[in-house]
């Protein structure tokens, strides 16, 4: 599973390379990394919305969910979802038919066990660009949206470099990014785009020790400017 994500790329670069605006240009930061285990949030775009960027809470939660984000993730981790979970658990079923989404990132971070000691890997486009991986999302009771990552079997580049799982975010190239935003696209042809990803060029680069220390710093500020916003 992936709970560390980054999206280092500008308010412009994103929005030329995908040529969609942000819907709250104001509130986007650049973010090296991503936590998933705080209360954090991500660029999405939705099958209700798809002229636009919006944010999205990371951790899918039942549609019009009342209680905190802390609870529901105390008692179900929903990061990560597996095409399994989204064709069995009826809330998540729902949510895989009617609001799939589009995560905005430029990498993620995946680990390697190896003689008892674990190394980081950032794995990211070889561009360097920003690129989308599958998501479904719901709406909250205060009306904000939460997301999951929709995950998939690592192939032979993933498992060089991530062996603590064998599970990966589903990579969506831009070319077919309006089909997992169609509401006309089948559950076969979804299936498939989840078990036989197309592939893009990627690249892994090992992380030093203490980089997530380091910046988790940055990841706190911006949650606290998020979080601020939400509660007005």
């Known amino acids: 599973m992936i709970y560390k994500l980054s999206n280092e790329a500008s308010k412009e670069e994103i929005e030329k390379e995908f040529e969609i605006p942000f819907k709250y240009p104001n509130l986007y930061r650049p973010n ?27 951790g899918l939660m039942p549609q019009d969910f009342k209680e905190d984000w802390q609870i529901f993730q105390d008692n179900a981790n929903t990061l990560n979802v597996q095409l399994e979970e989204l064709e069995s658990i ?10 799939r989404c589009l995560i905005i990132v430029t990498g993620f971070y ?25 998501g479904t999302y719901n709406m909250l009771d205060d009306g904000f949206l939460c997301t999951a990552i929709t995950v998939g079997q690592t192939d032979k580049f993933i498992s060089s470099y991530h062996n603590i799982s064998n599970r990966a ?6 070319e077919q990014a309006s089909d997992w935003l169609n509401k006309s696209t089948s559950i076969n042809e979804l299936q498939q785009m989840v078990q036989q990803p197309k592939k893009i060029q990627l690249e892994a680069k090992r992380m030093a020790n203490g980089f997530f220390s380091q910046n988790q710093g940055a990841d706190r500020r911006l949650n606290s400017l998020l979080t601020g916003f939400q509660s007005q």
């Open 110 to 134: 995946t680990h390697v066990l190896e003689n008892g000691n674990t190394s980081s890997y950032h794995i990211y486009q070889a561009s360097k660009k920003p690129f989308y991986i599958a």
């Open 90 to 99: 009826a809330w998540m079923k729902e949510s895989f038919k009617q609001r």
């Open 169 to 174: 975010p589903v990579i969506v190239p831009k």
């Open 32 to 58: 090296p990394v991503i936590n998933g285990f705080h209360e954090t949030n991500l660029s999405v775009v939705t099958m209700e919305n798809q002229k636009e960027i919006s944010l999205a809470i990371w």
